[in-house]
Structure formats: C-alpha cells, structure tokens
C-alpha cells in the first residue's frame, strides 16, 4: 500500500466516524508525534548551537551561569 492510498483509507474511515472519543484520540496521536518531532529538531538545533560556542571559545564559569540565570 503506498502513502496516498493509505492516507485516502483513513481519511475515509474518519469521515465515516462518529465517535468523538476515537477522533478526539487519532488527532492527540497525531499532535503527539508533530510535537515530538518538533521538539527532537529543537534539540538537535540548541546542541549544535552549543558545540559551536565551545568550539569557539563561548564559555561561562559556573559562577557565570549561576549569576545569568538569577
């Protein structure tokens, strides 16, 4: 089966589907995994911002840190 066809039997089935429960469920599964995704691609982007600032010399001293945060 390939993606269209699958993603064309499930908009079928959700238009034939009543029960709020069931959709209320599919869409939190489906904001899930978006979420999930967005947040894995942030934390990917935050690391590479943070390897580079190491590798350049952008440090702080835990004293520093502790101050910035305050």
């Known amino acids: 089966m390939s993606v269209a066809e699958l993603k ?4 079928r089935m959700i238009e034939h ?7 209320q469920l599919m869409r939190q599964l489906l904001q899930k995994k978006h979420n999930e995704a967005a947040y894995r691609e942030e934390l990917i982007r935050r690391t590479l911002i943070s390897e580079e600032d190491i590798k350049n010399g952008r440090l702080f001293t835990p ?3 502790i101050k910035r945060i305050r």
């Not at 064309?8 to 908009?11: A, I, R, T």
């Not at 589907?17 to 959709?23: F, P």
């Open 63 to 65: 004293e520093e840190a």
């Open 17 to 23: 589907e009543t029960d709020m429960d069931v959709l």
């Open 8 to 11: 064309g039997e499930l908009l």
